[in-house]
């Protein structure tokens, strides 16, 4: 298949991007020309994305960050825009998903679905609006969920992390407009990644882990209309790549569901 070349000259920074979607947004600005930093909690990972980038890993480079740190974020941040002299595009594709009876929800558990969905996108942001004003045609696509519009069961902290992400898109949007910076989001939904089945290269990107006393029946409404079943991370890496070219430069302060069908 032949491929845009949307991303030469583009330098982008990508969150989770050792497995599922972040790791196959990597994969898919790198094979348009694009050079990339991706970064994850797990080490492991970034080398599985390495070794995938094939020929194109020479304009790839990794750094392990802990998004939930303000430390972390700090240093990643500013080596990314080290190593790529600059930024254009950033991605926050690293989130966790941790599944309960909401009763028996410790505030830990709770705090940490928020600590790193929602506070950690902000520090990722926060970090990077310094270099992104500076940069050229600068997009950030954050990664919100069909949780945060739709009932997903015993899922309340990650439905309330990605409703933050959400609402914080069309804040960001508004505020730096004028300043050159555009915010949008996606809301995969029915999507195979490590997140959702427990495939993820570390325990931090875990599957959603559903009680053993699940209602399935309460799940009835959350299958896609379209092809056999959940789609691949290829199918949102694409929709990303786009929203942060310029084939999405008049697209900001909204976001895209890609979910197959599941929500009509």
């Known amino acids: 298949m032949n491929r845009l070349n949307r991303y030469e000259g583009r330098r982008a920074l990508i969150t989770g991007g050792g497995s599922g979607i972040g790791q196959a947004t990597v994969l898919r600005m790198l094979a348009e020309g694009g050079r ?3 970064a994850d909690v ?6 599985d994305t390495v070794s995938k980038a094939g020929a194109d890993a020479e304009r790839l480079t990794t750094v392990v960050v802990n998004i939930a740190d303000e430390a972390s974020v700090r240093d990643a941040v500013a080596g990314a825009v080290r190593a790529l002299g600059g930024l254009d595009v950033l ?3 690293a989130g966790i998903l941790r599944s309960s009876h909401t009763e028996k929800t410790t ?3 709770f705090n940490q679905v928020l600590a790193v969905n929602l506070t950690g996108t902000f520090l990722m942001i926060r970090e990077a609006i310094p270099a992104l004003l500076q940069g050229e045609d600068s997009a950030v696509v954050n990664f919100s969920s069909t949780s945060a519009q739709f009932a997903h069961p015993y899922m309340a902290a990650y439905a309330a992390s990605k409703g933050g992400v959400q609402s914080m898109t069309h804040a960001l949007a508004a505020e730096y407009s004028k300043q050159g910076i555009r915010f949008t989001a996606v809301q995969p939904g029915s999507i195979a990644s490590g997140m959702t089945d427990g495939s993820g290269m570390s325990k931090q990107s875990q599957g959603p882990g559903l009680p053993e006393d699940t ?3 309460l799940f009835a ?3 896609p209309s379209l092809g056999d079943g959940f789609a691949g991370p290829e199918a949102v890496a694409g929709v990303v ?3 942060a070219s310029q084939d999405g430069k008049f697209i900001t302060g909204t976001e895209i ?3 197959g069908g599941t929500h009509y």
């Open 215 to 217: 209602d399935w029946s």
């Open 91 to 93: 991605v926050n594709a």
């Open 107 to 109: 505030l830990a558990e």
């Open 36 to 38: 990339v930093v991706a």
């Open 221 to 223: 409404k959350l299958s």
């Open 257 to 259: 569901r890609i979910d």
């Open 241 to 243: 790549a786009m929203l």
């Open 42 to 47: 797990s080490e492991a990972g970034l080398q």
